[in-house]
């Protein structure tokens, strides 16, 4: 007698366990065609990702694949095993991308359980992860720790595991890759963007002056091409049910991408890389038709040698109304967590992100 399945993924809270590994199944290829999409989609000034030319004259062996690319495909490949039976992804902590990985590469990640808190109702809880992103030369590409809320019980039908228990390869400490870890080359090229690292100063704000409205299939097709497998980001009849917007909710990682590529002219025009991320949250949902604009301010600036500096930056994206009257209606970059009062239903993202970015050639 034939038997009928309904396999589910990804985890509820009683299915964690700390200190446990997932080997994601999930082996994926990055061609330029895909590297391609990505520049097209979200259009990073970074000329180190874009130019293999420039990249190649840092002393890259190519053009770098973009490392919102790679956070992309992690944070995607994990959801299969940690995420799918999610409500919601809380928290960017200690994101590094501590090699380069390169068009053509096969990446492959792991996810380790550092922690699980059940809420005081008991109905769901807090699960934080460490996640590995590997190339197939065994190095750690993209690595970060995330927390998402679960809910309580278990998966009755997820398919058994049947590979041996996984191992996770230790994260590196690295906030550079190899050719930049030495000495930053000086600049060959005479064009590009504003932005030198001496043209920063702690304190100052910046409001990126142009939007980005989110079509609808556009964000569905991202989200797939990361593989990122949660039904309330494509699936319809499931957010009629299951979803806290009761329609699809765009996948964070892509709001997050949106919304740091709309300060890259402003910002990352001279940078060289994205020394990472970290305190990052997404307080408010963002749907298709809802328009993103960002704002930065500079936190702090230390110098890295005579031909670069490193930046910190904290960064916000709003929906629908430009920071700048959110700013004065508020603290625009005030975590929202820490806040009693004052919440600002439009912010959709905040972070801090570090970034190398080149002294001003001959100054």
């Known amino acids: 007698m034939s038997t009928i399945k309904k396999p589910e993924y990804g985890r509820r809270l009683d299915d964690f366990t700390v200190g446990e590994v997932y080997a994601h199944p999930w082996d994926v290829s990055v061609d330029e065609g895909m590297v391609a999409l990505f520049a097209a989609s979200f259009q990073d000034a970074t000329p180190t990702f874009a ?16 490392p919102l690319l790679l956070l992309n495909l992690g944070l995607s490949f994990s ?43 008991g109905d769901r809880g807090v699960v934080e992860v460490r996640t590995v992103l ?12 995330r927390r998402a809320l679960i809910r309580a019980g278990s998966v009755r039908e997820r398919p058994a595991w049947g590979w041996p228990a996984a191992n996770q390869r230790e994260p590196s400490d690295a906030f550079l890759p190899a050719p930049l870890r030495e000495a930053v080359r000086p600049a060959v090229r005479q ?44 699936d319809e009849v499931y957010c009629k049910d299951s979803s806290f917007a009761k329609t699809r909710v765009v996948y964070g990682g892509l709001v997050l991408s949106w919304v740091l590529a709309l300060t890259s002219r402003d910002l990352g025009g001279n940078a ?14 963002t749907l298709a038709g809802d328009t993103l604009f ?11 040698g005579p031909h670069a500096g490193v930046v ?47 002294r001003r050639p001959g100054g």
């Open 312 to 358: 910190t930056l904290r960064i916000v994206g709003t929906k629908n109304r430009p920071p700048e009257s959110v700013y004065a209606d508020g603290a625009l970059f005030t975590p929202e967590l820490d806040k009693s009062d004052g919440k600002i239903s439009e912010k959709v993202v905040e972070i801090t992100r570090r970034l190398l970015v080149r």
């Open 272 to 285: 060289l890389w994205d020394m990472g991320l970290d305190a990052g949250a997404h307080p408010n949902g």
């Open 134 to 145: 590997e190339n197939q030369r065994g190095e750690v590409v993209c690595r970060f720790d």
């Open 191 to 234: 064009a590009g963007f504003s932005g030198f690292f001496e043209d920063f100063s702690a304190g100052d704000v910046f409001f990126h002056s142009v939007g980005k409205t989110v079509g609808d299939s556009e964000h569905m097709q991202l989200t797939q091409l990361c593989r990122n497998s949660h039904p309330i980001h494509f």
């Open 294 to 304: 960002a704002a930065s301010r500079v936190v702090e600036k230390a110098e890295a």
């Open 79 to 121: 959801v299969h095993d940690v995420s799918e039976q999610a409500i919601a992804h809380l928290a960017y902590i200690d994101v590094r991308f501590p090699e380069a990985c390169y068009p053509g590469d096969t990446v492959t990640a792991t996810s380790k359980v550092l922690g699980k808190k059940p809420s005081a109702k």
């Open 51 to 66: 130019s293999r030319t420039y990249a190649e004259a840092l002393g890259f062996a190519g053009r770098p694949i973009h």
